[in-house]
């Protein structure tokens, strides 16, 4: 008899990867340049400099190298929670009585709750090797921000964090976890930044926005030298960073002979999926093989499925370079009910290039009730609570394992699992009482202004 | 030279134990039995038929197997969790500058939070072998309940859970946990019991207690054939049950040519302790080491530390058996501000005996204050937000290793750290915000009445 698949496969720490795998270096068609606003110019590192790490730059705008050597530094500290598990979902397969095998790599075990750590500890490293003294960033839901104060802590560097009003005062614990790890954190709008205050005078009760928060942040880091702002999602570097997810993932399936036919993601600023899917496009892009890769959006911010390919601002208020990605409009503001992590307006420009050239084959948009439902039936089988954005890939996992079903075929699913759903638990609370309702922008609201 | 120990190790699969480790079977001199408050009779397996599954009411007297097997589907649901990884604590080690090698063996990345999920596995495995519709059990700051609800789901059990009304206010979101995994969970002193409504009676305004939510659990199950009652430390089950942690560290750590010098674990009921040390013990019992082993208690329930050896009731209703264990009393009522899962008036009845013959070296009690420190160096060292209870075990291991610092002695400790704090923000709050507060009992309070 064949020798079952394990529930769950950790490699070991050797098998930890050595490089990050950049999507870029295999495309011969390059993504379009960022446009620097003022100057109509594609964006060069000297543009970047005041803003972010010399290094973390460089990262921005590398387009050439396959591989980028991971630093030692930043080995030792992924050792502390990676590798992450590749788990086969026996108990969902047999719940759903499919035929598929479906795999998920779990990211969920470490203290910010999901693969937000991934990317916040080279940030960090890099901030310490060029003797920085500290970062600065933003963060809506919190996760972002938590991630980066346990890598702050760890290379002994300042944090100062930007939070979204309304969730500085909705999530207290985030706040607590965050400060546990010695990190300051303001509400924004504050009185600390011109931005803030700026903000603050037009609309004095605003629960403030991500596009404040950023502001607010890059502010502060450009005006002291030592200094550096740092974003989690949607850039370059960030998924660079994050293709630790897929090139572990598929280690541990070689291990196991297998390879997936379908490769599901959710899909907010793009930096999970885009770690996920790395080495696997690198595989398409050498015609080494042709695994059929989904983005699972929600339908309240369906950047992908309904927005626009062009070029945009990364931010409300526009002060970011211009960078050509699918985008709902940059004044498009998405219904409060929803996943915080995928409520951004646009979309990697990384992620949607891969789009538009059809190496990412599908999009698709899922409505939270429904989203939910698939959340629940993974919580009851596999044990896991799931982040409420890691749901939308289960979600479209399951619509795909019930075709299988439909169809007889064995096909061998393979999905990310990005987080934990413990910080959530007040949209689990809307679902379990059956008050929780769907939201679907109108053609007017997405239109670009 | 020589190969350094991964930061952490896992298992593989097989390597789950299969058998459980009965440190009865060992002991020569066995734990005084429990006593019928009736007649005044040894407890024999018939009178706890009514409220406990058949199989567990025999394993909670057995006293002559060193070993019980695991049934096959028990260690299948363990497959989702376990083997749960042993860890280097490189990074403590470095921050406090001692020669001492630190482990500690991680139970907390299941959704239960905790080591819980060992025992309740197993119970609801065994009810459902017997044909049993449900089970009822209490549960006060939500793990216990949160574990069974998602063992009892697995195995298609219903669920019925009293958590004491104050927390059940307090902690929304584990009542949201509870019920995202189909369990009921009522707030207790409730309607739906004579015992509940005999409290509610005289005081209606009661924020109740793990007594009170004892006795509606056990009221509800010995009223219908088709239930059985649940309880997650304290009895030797549960001890038996959480055995695992043991015996994987020392499989663990076997791998790694090591053995403890020093084992730590935080002690409240019992359960983690009991299940961390059961191997050493039988090595000990066979003469073939003596590591030196300590529990830790909070200073506001020390019952080792403090405690009286002698027969006392589990419940404040004097509704169970009577014990032999370490008490203050079942009337004693810890002060509220503290780690929940360790506010038990007594401890459990086989590491009672266990103190009492000196094979648990040491007891110490810690202030919560202490506690909290320790519990910070561990987060921002080791990454992990810990558990209020695991971080008692921390501070005595923080406290062994700086004594190794000062002697120059190179000892290998290991702990256990029972779960994460994910759920316990306020308690964190409190400390970053510098007003948390230490209590402890005077004599005359844990005087037995």
């Not at 998920?104 to 916040?120: D, I, M, P, Q, V």
């Not at 080279?122 to 919190?142: D, H, N, R, S, V």
């Amino acid at each position: 008899m064949a020798k079952q698949d394990p529930y769950r496969i950790y490699l070991t720490e050797e098998q930890i990867p050595k490089q990050w795998l950049n999507i870029r270096g295999f495309m011969k068609d390059k993504p379009d340049p960022m446009i620097h606003p003022g100057t109509g110019k594609p964006i060069v590192k000297e543009d970047l400099l005041p803003i972010f790490c010399d290094e973390l730059a460089a990262q921005e705008l590398d387009e050439d190298n396959k591989y980028v050597d991971i630093p030692d530094e930043v080995r030792e500290f992924y050792k502390l929670y990676r590798p992450s598990p590749l788990c086969r979902a026996y108990n969902l397969e047999k719940a759903l009585g499919t035929p598929a095998k479906i795999y998920y790599k779990f990211e969920g075990n470490n203290t910010s709750g999901s693969h937000k750590l991934n990317a916040a500890v080279p940030m960090a490293y890099y901030a310490k090797e060029q003797g920085l003294k500290g970062l600065t960033t933003e963060t809506g839901a919190g996760q972002w921000g938590t991630a980066l104060s346990i890598a702050c802590k760890y290379y002994g560097l300042d944090l100062c964090v930007y939070m979204v009003s309304g969730s500085f005062k909705q999530k207290p614990y985030r706040k607590a976890v965050i400060e546990t790890y010695g990190a300051k954190i303001i509400a924004s709008p504050s009185n600390t930044t011109n931005a803030g205050r700026a903000v603050l005078a037009e609309h004095p009760d605003t629960s403030g926005s991500l596009g404040c928060a950023i502001s607010e942040a890059v502010e502060v880091a450009v005006q002291d030298p030592s200094l550096r702002y740092v974003l989690g999602s949607v850039m370059n570097q960030v998924l660079l960073h994050q293709s630790v997810i897929g090139i572990e993932s598929k280690t541990a399936m070689e291990q196991l002979n297998a390879y997936p036919d379908i490769i599901i993601g959710c899909a907010g600023g793009g930096s999970n999926l885009g770690g996920l899917i790395a080495p696997f496009v690198a595989d398409k892009l050498e015609g080494k093989a042709n695994p059929y890769i989904i983005a699972v959006e929600p339908a309240s911010c369906p950047s992908l499925t309904r927005g626009t390919y062009a070029y945009d601002f990364g931010d409300i208020a526009k002060i970011t370079p211009l960078v050509k990605m699918y985008t709902l409009g940059c004044e498009f503001l998405p219904s409060p009910n929803h996943a915080g992590g995928l409520r951004y307006h646009g979309m990697s420009p990384l992620v949607s290039k891969l789009y538009h050239d059809k190496l990412i084959d599908k999009a698709i948009s899922a409505e939270q009730t429904k989203v939910f439902e698939a959340a629940k039936l993974f919580a009851q089988s596999e044990t896991i609570l799931p982040a409420p954005e890691s749901s939308h890939a289960i979600y479209a996992a399951v619509q795909e394992a019930l075709k299988c079903k439909e169809s007889g075929e064995a096909k061998t699913i393979l999905f990310g699992l990005t987080g934990t759903g413990y910080f959530d638990m007040t949209a689990y609370m809307d679902f379990n009482a059956g008050t929780m309702g769907d939201y679907i922008p109108t053609d007017e609201e997405i239109k670009i202004k």
